[in-house]
């Protein structure tokens, strides 16, 4: 009981009653206010320093490149409500759809998609394979997938080994990790999800803070229903991600990660994982080049303005190619 106390005091991760609040406050804005604001912000965009790169990701985002009308039956931006679960699909959709008239149509798909819906909708997450263009990424569930942090450790201070926490149950390659790594000396594993009579009870672990997880030259981001969580944030640390390649991605675009430029690639059994991790303990340069290009990639998403464009500009094309 008190470890959980404790660790929901310094886990290191976004207050979700913060989230709430300002969630919740944002309402008793008028709509007008927002879509007032609308045509300079797009307007904005073109003047920028940075158009061709906001396009470019705008674009990453939708991929729709021609007209694809949605039917009548597909429900209206002023049809969306609070739902009693996943309440953060609604309040991060809605910082970008209350810019826009609410008569206009779309499909929202909440939750961890990992295929391609048959109407064009928007969505968290979407599988690394072709013609995805049904599939619109915006930034949601953001609370608790995009946390960036400050490591003040450096990589030769740290552990020259892994740490892996993260729910198992369910997850078969999460088990198949735990079944090869549990209790070895080349990775600290622990399970976080809540005990399962079908998962070993040795596996069960306390979790960890990121705090705790930076003590560690490696860190595995492990992908469970759709990416894994904590990629955003190891990759903002002074630690190394290592995981295999991924096939599915966000609003992080996992897509352009580079293998072992971004991150430690390893093969989708993990067999090579101590081979991988022997290398880079001995050519430390090349992990600290890892970690630096690492820290440019994440840069990009730390400009919060900018960030709002290129949502406001994915949520404008995807109206319009599917409004007409």
């Keep these: 009981m008190l470890h959980t106390l404790q660790y929901k005091l310094h886990s290191g991760k976004n207050s979700k009653l913060l989230y709430y609040l300002n969630g919740y406050s944002s309402l008793l804005v008028p709509s007008f206010v927002w879509q007032w604001q609308r045509d300079k912000l797009l307007q904005e965009i073109e003047l920028s320093d940075d158009k061709d790169y906001i396009h ?18 597909s ?72 946390i960036f942090i400050k490591d003040d450790i450096s990589w030769e201070d740290k552990r020259p080994t892994a740490i892996f926490r993260g729910k198992v149950a369910g997850k078969q390659s999460r088990i198949d990790f735990m079944h090869r790594y549990f209790g070895s000396d080349i990775c600290d594993c622990g399970d976080v999800s809540r005990s399962s009579s079908q998962l070993p009870q040795e596996w069960h672990t306390p979790k960890k803070t990121i705090s705790e997880h930076l003590a560690y030259r490696y860190i595995m981001a492990l992908e469970g229903n759709d990416v894994a969580s904590n990629l955003k944030w190891v990759m903002s640390s002074n630690s190394i991600a290592v995981m295999p390649r991924p096939t599915c991605e966000t609003w992080f675009m996992e897509g352009t990660l580079i293998p072992d430029y971004h991150y430690i690639e390893i093969s989708d059994d993990f067999s090579d994982l101590a081979e991988k991790l022997t ?44 409004n007409g």
């Design 279 to 322: 290398y880079y303990n001995r050519h430390t340069d090349k992990a600290q080049t890892i970690i630096s290009h690492a820290h440019d990639y994440v840069a990009q998403f730390r400009d919060n303005h900018r960030e709002r464009l290129i949502a406001l500009g994915t949520m404008n094309k995807y109206l319009q190619m599917v």
């Design 56 to 73: 470019s990701r705008i674009n990453y985002y939708c991929k729709l490149n021609h007209p694809t009308l949605l039917p009548p039956s």
């Design 75 to 146: 429900p209206r931006i002023k049809d969306a409500h609070i739902p009693k679960k996943q309440k953060v699909y609604y309040f991060d959709s809605r910082e970008v759809t209350r810019y826009f008239p609410s008569h206009l149509r779309w499909e929202l798909l909440p939750g961890d998609i990992v295929h391609v819906p048959k109407l064009p909708s928007i969505v968290k997450s979407r599988p690394l394979t072709d013609n995805i263009a049904n599939s619109t990424l915006l930034k949601m569930d953001k609370v608790r997938h995009f």
